[in-house]
């Protein structure tokens, strides 16, 4: 199943986004963890840094999100038409000061799937995450010449990444779950900022 390009593959995560991502080795594990997935009994969970900070600082955001009519590539937030698509969202960490503009570290746990779904809802309600190039708004940070905003703005890729799968094993019926800590270049970026904060 997933055919000789991508076997095996139960679920993808965006283009430039870390983390993990399962990948099935027969046909039965294929499958029911796909089952899992369109359940949504799979916890996944985020950590993300976006733009400026969100009140109140834990909640859910809950729209539809459906191919937008501007840009086929593209999803957006749609009042009447499209999938349902819920994400709980806990912040971790606020940075702001006079050398970092206002940002937060956030978590994020799906109810749903949907395409680019975290990326959609956090830059719906103003607070795209950083270095996002198809729903990023670099003018929040363009404002502030600081050190910080120069760090954020020149990020490579959406500071997203999937660090946290749970999931029942399709052999052995136990809970399994497992966590994948921040890459490199996010590790280094969010360091950048808890030591300006602390300057």
């Known amino acids: 199943i997933g055919d000789k390009l991508r076997p095996g593959i139960v679920h993808r995560i965006d283009k430039n986004t870390s983390g993990l991502i399962v990948v099935a080795k027969n046909n039965f594990t294929h499958e029911n963890l796909s089952t899992q997935f369109s359940k949504h009994s799979i916890t996944r969970i985020y950590r993300l840094l976006i733009w400026g900070k969100i009140r109140p600082s834990k909640g859910k955001i809950e729209t539809f999100i459906t191919r937008s009519s501007r840009n086929r590539q593209m999803m957006e937030v749609n009042i009447k038409k499209g999938k349902k698509a819920i994400t709980n969202y806990e912040t971790i960490e606020i ?33 795209p995450i950083i270095g996002d190039p198809t729903y990023g708004n670099k003018q ?34 136990e809970e399994i779950e497992f966590e994948v800590g921040l890459p490199e270049d996010f590790g280094n970026l969010l360091n950048e900022f808890y030591s300006l904060k602390h300057s």
């Open 95 to 127: 940075f702001e000061g006079k050398n970092i503009p206002t940002l937060s570290l956030l978590e994020c746990k799906l109810e749903t799937g949907r395409t680019h779904q975290i990326r959609v809802h956090l830059s719906h309600i103003g607070n």
């Open 140 to 173: 929040k940070a363009l404002k502030q010449s600081s050190h910080g905003a120069s760090a954020a703005v020149n990020f490579k890729r959406q500071a997203l990444h999937a660090f946290h799968l749970r999931f029942i094993h399709p052999v052995s019926q």
